[in-house]
């Protein structure tokens, strides 16, 4: 297995990287919702939470890339199967079937992500 804070890191890059057009304070303040959401209440809920967006912006920009990256290394790191589409019941569908059945897999998806977010976080309010 690599490096998690390796795989971390280069995953919040990877979201900076494709909102660094975007407002950084918009950025900062959806990952950090995001992350809130995430500590309190767990990998699905965050789902949910970054697919319920109403805010133009955050819908259709922010929260597609962030929801994007946080599958993917969910899918290619920890359960070994293809990411779902980028989208609600696919998306939902995944976590239900592939991380929400298995405590210890769970749990570590619910750590990368949460570092993943910090990483982002700090890199959106990094970015000049």
């Known amino acids: 297995m690599r490096n998690l804070d390796q795989i971390t890191a280069e995953t919040a890059q990877c979201i900076i990287n494709e909102t660094i057009s975007l407002d950084k304070n918009k950025v900062e303040g959806l990952t ?11 990998v699905y809920a965050v789902t949910l939470f ?4 109403t805010n133009k912006e ?10 994007k990256f946080l599958l993917e290394v969910a899918a290619d790191e920890i359960v070994k199967e293809p990411a779902p589409e980028n989208q609600a019941g696919p998306a939902l569908e995944f976590i239900t079937k592939h991380i929400s059945g298995n405590l210890d897999v769970l749990l570590l998806v619910k750590e990368i992500w949460e570092q993943t977010l910090i990483y982002a976080r700090y890199g959106a309010k990094a970015r000049t």
């Open 50 to 53: 970054l697919f319920s967006r």
């Open 58 to 67: 955050e819908k259709e920009s922010i929260a597609p890339v962030i929801r």
């Open 32 to 42: 950090t919702k995001a992350l809130g959401v995430l500590q309190e209440n767990g």
